[in-house]
Structure formats: C-alpha cells, structure tokens
C-alpha cells in the first residue's frame, strides 16, 4: 500500500521580501544561525541568518537560511 499525505507546493520560490512579510505579521522568530559549506564540511554560523545570510542579497532573491522549521511555520 501507498499513502500520500496532503503537502503544499508553491509555484515559485519564496522571496526574502515575502518572508520578511511573514515574520513582521506574525512575530515569528527563527533560531539564528545558519549552515554553509566551506571546503568539504557543512559549518554552522550562528552570526548568520535569513536577514544576513553573509553575502549580498535583494529583497527579490529567494529566501535563504531558513531551516524545516521555519519553512514548516510559513506553510502554515
């Protein structure tokens, strides 16, 4: 037997603008940190968050260092 549960798709991916829209009216708050990969690891910074994920980005720019979480918490 196969079960699919419900899940929810979006057509394009969510920008740091619509993101931000979402924490501003809701008062979520997501843990700050956020992983990348330097050299062959996968390194936490805690310095770095969806607002400065440590390089250059516009508010048209999907969304990054976000974690399942946050992601959950949009969804919803």
Do not use: M
Request: overall charge negative.
């Amino acid at each position: 037997p196969v079960a699919i549960r419900a899940f929810l798709l979006g057509r394009a991916e969510v920008t740091r603008r619509e993101f931000g829209a979402f924490v501003a009216a809701t008062g979520y708050e997501p843990a700050p940190g956020c992983w990348h990969f330097v050299g062959s690891e996968w390194l936490l910074d805690e310095k770095r968050s969806w607002r400065d994920p440590g390089y250059e980005q516009q508010d048209d720019h999907p969304v990054t260092c976000v974690n399942w979480h946050d992601a959950t918490a949009y969804a919803e």
